[in-house]
């Protein structure tokens, strides 16, 4: 009586067969199950080739197999030959996340020296409020120059393309410039009202002698 009526035998492992990849220059030869999938076989060579699995193409006999396409079903035997490539999607969509990393880089090296130049700006102002609560008049041109600088770091900002904390960075100094502005603004008002204390003195110290005059005519 033949062919083993009795138990179902355990099935032995599939065989592992040994396929030649060729990768730009590169020969590989790897070591797979010959009924895995070229989903695994993927990751067998990200390990030798360093190209992340979802970069890869695997071409077999000139046609692109799918990640869920199975070495045997597809004719893949020992020693076959496939090609590897770089998907060009992934290529693409790496050069844009370096582009967009590079503009981030970009953005935040902007933000950072507008930040310095605030940061000098910033000091005039406090410089300038010290004077002015003490009661010491400033040029007027010294307020008027310092909003016009800081008007055009305002520029400079807004001209940045930023986003995420990039975007965040940028608000932070926008506000800056915004309360060097208005703390300027009102520095020019009280400014202006010392000045008129001092004029106003030395129109009426003139205008005394003057009525005197006047009084003696009549």
Known sequence: ??????????????????????????????AVSSIASFG???????????????DQKLTYKGKERSNSDYLDVCGVKNKSKLVLAEDP????????????????????????????????????????EKSINRGSKVAEVQITTLIELL???????????????SSSQKNIQAKRVQKCVETLDVL???NARLQNVIVTTKWE??????TTQWELFD
């Open 1 to 30: 009586a033949g062919g083993g009526g009795g138990g179902i035998p355990p099935r032995p492992p599939p065989p592992e067969i040994t396929v030649r990849v060729k990768y730009g220059a590169a020969r590989h030869e790897v």
């Open 40 to 54: 695994e076989l993927k990751k067998l060579l990200a390990a030798r080739t360093g190209l992340l699995p979802a």
């Open 89 to 128: 999607t992934s290529v693409e969509r790496r050069y844009i996340e370096r582009q967009k990393n590079a503009k981030i880089e970009s953005a935040n090296r902007a933000i950072g020296a507008i930040a310095l130049e605030v940061d000098k700006l910033a000091d005039q102002v406090r410089s300038i």
């Open 151 to 165: 008007m055009r770091l305002a520029v400079k900002l807004d001209s940045i393309h930023a986003e995420g904390d």
């Open 188 to 190: 020019k008002i009280s």
């Open 205 to 210: 110290t003139f205008d005394a002698p003057a």
